[in-house]
């Protein structure tokens, strides 16, 4: 829940179903979230799980089910989508060709019969936030992907949208592209102040732009939180799994103190999370362990370490990713930053000690 400044949407237990009878099926399942005015907010899943469908209801393009949906405390159920305050930016340019780009821009405040002097200055000022204003000229044929994109955002910023849209807007750029436009993207969402709605299925998108994410699972919002909340403290198993590279073990209950669950899985694997969802002495629970959180040592060196061999060593570049089996039976995943001597890098079949920190792992609900 937005807790401080102005809500800029407002969804309150939204449904979306397609069709009827034995052949509907619900796309969104009861959604319940508000989205800060000059946040830059973003609905992450995989294919399917509903997040483009949440961002057309609130453009307009469908309409709910059940629900209401309202934009700065207005409801806006029954306002057309051209009558909304919001504009939207597909991953597909949709760029008119036989148009220069400066008559793309102003194509769509054409359409509404604003006055030619204010068409002219909004282009202007939309070419220089997106940094093409000596583009103005050309035509879509004679840019970049990357440069039609940025167009693509500048006839969408245009008529000064308070909500802007953004449906998966990268995923047709080479990959150095799109880590530029990323951050392009968030410059240009601090500079103009606009709310931006952004669909994504990259983890890594995700996490570097948003204020916050709503992680999304078959119709379901399965989480929402910063970045950092999303990843170091994932609810269930899907987010945790789904957000970066998780490890998912087993364990018992051995001890509980403070909050604080000491836990043993197979092998005797002892790791320490805080308690969730009412778990008590003896129950079984899943612990989720990030790759880089642990550390590998060839001897224990007298801390608590598990020891193990190392059953596959791939190389990454910056970092060296490791399948560990524990003498205990337990496999997992270690991800190590590389040394500055690379000749040390641990291989496969190398005798190690995995640590495990107090705190790495986390206890999920479910």
Do not use: W
Not at 85 to 103: D, G, I, K, R
Not at 206 to 223: C, E, H, K, W
Not at 291 to 314: C, F, Q, W
């Amino acid at each position: 829940m937005v807790e401080d400044g102005r809500t800029a949407i407002d969804i309150r237990n939204v449904r979306k179903v397609y069709g009827s009878g034995g052949g509907a099926v619900t796309a969104i399942e009861r959604a319940s979230l508000d989205i800060a005015d000059n946040e830059f907010f973003t609905l992450l899943g995989p294919s399917g799980c509903g997040k483009t469908t949440l961002l057309r209801l609130i453009a307009g393009f469908e309409a709910t089910t059940e629900g209401e949906i309202f934009l700065y405390g207005d409801e806006i159920e029954d306002l057309p989508p051209f009558k909304r305050p919001v504009n939207t930016v597909f991953q597909h340019y949709s760029l008119f060709p036989h148009m220069t780009v400066a008559e793309n821009v102003g194509f769509g405040l054409k359409m509404l019969g604003r006055p030619k002097a204010e068409i002219g200055e909004a282009v202007e000022r939309s070419l220089s936030l997106v940094k093409m204003s000596d583009f103005a000229r050309r035509k879509p044929s004679q840019m970049s992907g990357g440069q039609q994109q940025r167009v693509a955002l500048a006839r969408a910023l245009a008529p000064n949208p308070k909500v802007l849209l953004l449906d998966e807007p990268l995923s047709a750029l080479d990959l150095k592209l799109r880590q530029a436009m990323r951050n392009e993207l968030k410059t240009l969402q601090r500079e103009t102040g606009i709310t931006f709605v952004f669909v994504t299925h990259d983890q890594e998108e995700a996490l570097t732009m948003s204020d916050r994410i709503a992680v999304m699972s078959n119709g379901l919002i399965q989480q929402i939180g910063s970045p950092l909340d999303i990843y170091e403290r994932p609810l269930n198993r899907f987010v945790a799994d789904f957000i970066g590279d998780t490890n998912f073990v087993e364990a018992d209950i051995a001890s509980v103190e403070g909050g604080v669950a000491t836990c043993q899985s197979a092998g005797g694997l002892e790791m320490r999370a805080a308690v969730v969802d009412g778990h008590g002495v003896g129950d079984r629970v899943t612990l989720a362990l990030r790759p880089e959180k642990m550390s590998l040592a060839a001897s224990a060196n007298g801390g608590a370490a598990t020891p193990g061999r190392i059953e596959s060593a791939d190389y990454l570049g910056t970092s060296t990713s490791y399948k560990v089996m524990l003498d205990g039976g337990v496999t997992l995943a270690v991800r190590e930053q590389n040394p500055v001597d690379a000749s040390t890098v641990l291989a496969a079949g190398d005798a190690v000690h995995v640590s495990i920190p107090v705190g790495t792992a986390r206890m999920l609900v479910d």
